[in-house]
């Protein structure tokens, strides 16, 4: 009798304690984001300050003070799969996937107490790692139809969409993570206008684009890359708004943190000006970047923007001393294209895609074109091509 009243209190004090600390993490960075449908279930069974960084952080940032927090609680916590689980997805926002396979090994090693949506983002997690895109979409999409109510997992299946350039059926994903919640605060959930509006303005639908770029440029986190989105949208139609008014509004945006870079700036408005396939102004800018600072991102976008513009041999010539790393190496290789000498375009190519762990779909587009023209050798050459750096 006495032991089972010693349990009975037992019980009763670690309830009163949980109660205590819920009420104390409900004011730290979860405050003011409530736990809904869309929240995964590893979130209502067993909430950790890493946790909360992964699906609601704040900044960017966040992502890797998760993966801080989370190694400390594997440490202490060696058994519980849906640390590790949380660990492995924390390091592929950092892209360690080394390490993220070895987390995920353990999630699998200790799986016996994962439930079904867990051990799907457990197959999810794995193909990712493994670079297997077409597994990574399978395992997605049945988790849609598992956990149709999770916002993360339809924002999961638009970025790898995305990211293998299937634009029509990541917007769609976009769009049901969207539907689930479109006015949450944290990064990632407001992230979710950015993906949507550039995957409508890369599937080619312009006016789709421009209106889904809208409810993001009003969420404070997300509002200067939405505006980019919705002016490019804006002037792709033709709008007559005055492209001053569109780069004066664009600085504002931009110039609100310490860490403002003038050729960086200059350098995504050269970008923008590529996309939009002015490639004078693509290159006014781009120049004026690259004269402030002669880095590697405002090298290759001068590079790029001379290649398409007719002047390859120039761009060739400005990378010739920079780090030959995968966009230089991609952009010589796009340059010598333009100029008909595709075995050199291949070369370059291949070795661009040699210096990647993990495959990357620009490379491959470019390398595919060539590959055709190699192939094919009277074959017109393509139009201009989107912008690489994306």
Same mark, same amino acid.
């Given at each position: 009798?006495?032991?089972?009243?010693?349990?009975?209190?037992?019980?009763?004090?670690?309830?009163?304690?949980?109660?205590?600390?819920? @009420?104390?993490?409900?004011?730290?960075?979860? /405050?003011?984001?409530?736990?809904?449908?869309?929240?995964?279930?590893?979130?209502?069974?067993?909430?950790?300050?890493?946790?909360?960084?992964?699906? *609601?952080?704040?900044?960017?940032?966040?992502? =890797?003070?998760?993966?801080?927090?989370?190694?400390?609680?594997?440490?202490?916590?060696?058994?519980?799969?849906?640390?590790?689980?949380?660990?492995?997805?924390?390091?592929?926002?950092?892209?360690?996937? /080394? &390490?993220?396979?070895?987390?995920?090994?353990?999630?699998?090693?200790?799986?016996?107490?994962?439930?079904?949506?867990?051990?799907?983002?457990? =197959?999810?997690?794995?193909?990712?790692?493994?670079?297997?895109?077409? @597994?990574?979409?399978? !395992? #997605?999409?049945?988790?849609?139809?598992?956990?149709? @109510?999770?916002?993360?997992?339809?924002? &999961?299946?638009?970025?790898?969409?995305?990211?293998?350039?299937?634009?029509?059926?990541?917007?769609?994903?976009? /769009? +049901?993570?969207?539907?689930?919640?479109?006015?949450?605060?944290?990064?990632?959930?407001?992230?979710?206008?950015?993906?949507?509006?550039?995957?409508?303005?890369?599937?080619?639908?312009?006016? /789709?684009?421009?209106?889904?770029?809208?409810?993001? &440029?009003?969420?404070?986190?997300? $509002?200067?890359?939405?505006?980019?989105?919705?002016?490019?949208?804006?002037?792709?139609?033709?709008?007559?708004?005055? %492209?001053?008014?569109?780069?004066?509004?664009?600085?504002?945006?931009? *110039?609100?943190?310490?860490?403002?870079? $003038?050729?960086?700036?200059?350098?995504?408005?050269? +970008?923008?000006?590529?996309?939009?396939?002015?490639?004078?102004?693509?290159?006014?800018? !781009?120049?004026?970047?690259? $004269?402030?600072?002669?880095?590697?991102?405002?090298? #290759?976008?001068?590079?790029?923007?001379? %290649?398409?513009?007719?002047?390859?041999?120039?761009?060739?010539?400005?990378?010739?001393? =920079?780090?030959?790393?995968?966009?230089?190496?991609?952009?010589?290789?796009?340059?010598?294209?333009?100029?008909?000498?595709?075995? &050199? =375009?291949?070369?370059?190519?291949? !070795?661009? @895609?040699?210096?990647?762990?993990?495959?990357?779909?620009?490379?491959?587009?470019?390398?595919?074109?060539? $590959?055709?023209?190699?192939?094919?050798?009277?074959?017109?050459?393509?139009?201009?091509?989107?912008?690489?750096?994306?």
């Amino acid at each position: 009798m006495l032991r089972t009243f010693i349990n009975i209190c037992c019980v009763a004090l670690l309830l009163v304690c949980l109660s205590a600390c819920s @009420k104390f993490a409900g004011s730290d960075l979860s /405050e003011n984001i409530p736990v809904n449908d869309s929240t995964p279930i590893v979130d209502k069974l067993a909430p950790s300050a890493g946790h909360r960084l992964l699906f *609601n952080p704040q900044r960017r940032s966040d992502y =890797a003070d998760a993966v801080v927090l989370l190694e400390d609680l594997t440490q202490s916590q060696p058994t519980d799969s849906s640390l590790w689980l949380d660990l492995g997805y924390a390091y592929t926002t950092q892209n360690k996937f /080394e &390490q993220s396979r070895a987390a995920l090994a353990k999630a699998d090693q200790y799986s016996r107490s994962l439930s079904g949506t867990k051990l799907g983002w457990l =197959a999810a997690l794995n193909a990712r790692v493994a670079d297997n895109a077409e @597994k990574e979409i399978q !395992a #997605w999409n049945a988790l849609t139809k598992l956990d149709p @109510k999770n916002r993360w997992v339809w924002y &999961q299946l638009g970025s790898i969409l995305y990211r293998t350039q299937y634009y029509d059926e990541a917007s769609s994903a976009f /769009e +049901n993570a969207l539907l689930l919640d479109s006015r949450d605060q944290a990064w990632a959930a407001t992230y979710i206008h950015y993906l949507n509006a550039k995957s409508y303005y890369r599937a080619g639908k312009l006016k /789709e684009s421009l209106q889904a770029s809208l409810p993001g &440029q009003r969420i404070k986190i997300t $509002e200067r890359a939405n505006f980019y989105r919705q002016a490019m949208a804006e002037l792709a139609l033709g709008s007559d708004k005055k %492209v001053s008014e569109i780069i004066q509004k664009y600085r504002r945006l931009s *110039n609100k943190g310490r860490s403002f870079d $003038e050729s960086i700036f200059q350098t995504n408005l050269a +970008n923008f000006f590529f996309e939009l396939g002015d490639y004078d102004s693509a290159i006014d800018y !781009a120049r004026r970047a690259y $004269e402030l600072k002669p880095g590697q991102y405002q090298s #290759w976008s001068l590079a790029y923007a001379l %290649v398409e513009s007719g002047n390859a041999s120039e761009a060739i010539a400005l990378l010739q001393n =920079a780090p030959q790393k995968l966009h230089t190496l991609a952009v010589k290789g796009w340059a010598y294209y333009r100029l008909g000498k595709f075995n &050199q =375009a291949q070369e370059l190519l291949l !070795a661009a @895609k040699a210096s990647q762990a993990r495959i990357h779909y620009g490379v491959e587009r470019d390398l595919a074109i060539v $590959e055709s023209a190699l192939a094919n050798p009277g074959t017109p050459q393509v139009p201009s091509v989107r912008w690489f750096g994306d």
